[in-house]
């Protein structure tokens, strides 16, 4: 599949649904986070192996969680699971140079290997950050964000996350096969969604 194939399908399935998802789309080129070895499959809308047993995520699920996630210009983003750092690029650019997306992975390689990645990509980048860690406590020091993303599965949502959100904010997190939305409505109060019928790796936690 081509570039263009992958953005029709991916249009054709209702989640490339906003100009700033398609300007993410066109401007962040995922070949250029999937290792050498499957740079001919970077365009299947697939998810892909990168090493540690770990995976770039499926095109489909990336842009299905980042229509919920609504990242608007100046948000402040946390991402849980680099990987591969594509999603991290996308936030950084919907988040855009006022923004601020930290982004946490507990695989020392594959952080580095993120960084690199996102080294081509600086321009968007530069106010962003990712970090070797356990992201099942967040960033205390990075937060409140106003919003948070996860690409691996717990059990249930962390409290450190929804403590860390600000009110108002939202949380896209895969739930065992579900993805969840929660809605900050207040410090104890919160809406949720539930999209059904995902597949995640799970969150390791220390
Ligand atoms: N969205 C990424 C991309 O497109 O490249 C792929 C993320 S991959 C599906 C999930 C990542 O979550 C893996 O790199 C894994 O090591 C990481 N992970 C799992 N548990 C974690 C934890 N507790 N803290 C931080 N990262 C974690």
Do not use: C
Request: proline fraction near 5%.
């Amino acid at each position: 599949m081509t570039r263009d194939h992958l953005k029709h399908e991916l249009i054709i399935q209702d989640v490339l649904d906003t100009p700033e998802l398609s300007a993410a789309f066109d401007e962040i080129d995922r070949a250029d986070f999937v290792p050498e070895d499957f740079k001919d499959a970077a365009y299947e809308n697939l998810p892909l192996p990168i090493g540690f047993n770990q995976t770039i995520s499926q095109p489909f699920t990336v842009f299905f969680m980042l229509g919920l996630l609504d990242v608007k210009k100046g948000d402040r983003v946390l991402e849980i699971g680099t990987g591969s750092g594509w999603q991290t690029a996308l936030l950084s650019f919907l988040a855009g140079k006022n923004g601020k997306v930290v982004s946490l992975e507990r695989i020392f390689e594959l952080v580095e290997f993120a960084k690199n990645n996102l080294s081509q990509y600086s321009e968007y980048y530069r106010a962003s950050k990712v970090v070797h860690g356990d992201g099942s406590f967040g960033m205390p020091e990075f937060a409140p964000f106003d919003k948070i993303i996860a690409a691996a599965a717990a059990a249930e949502i962390p409290k450190a996350w929804k403590e860390q959100l600000k009110v108002g904010g939202k949380i896209i997190a895969p739930v065992e096969h579900d993805i969840i939305m929660l809605q900050k409505n207040s410090s104890d109060d919160f809406k949720k969604t539930v999209f059904e019928g995902f597949a995640f790796v799970p969150l390791v936690s220390e």
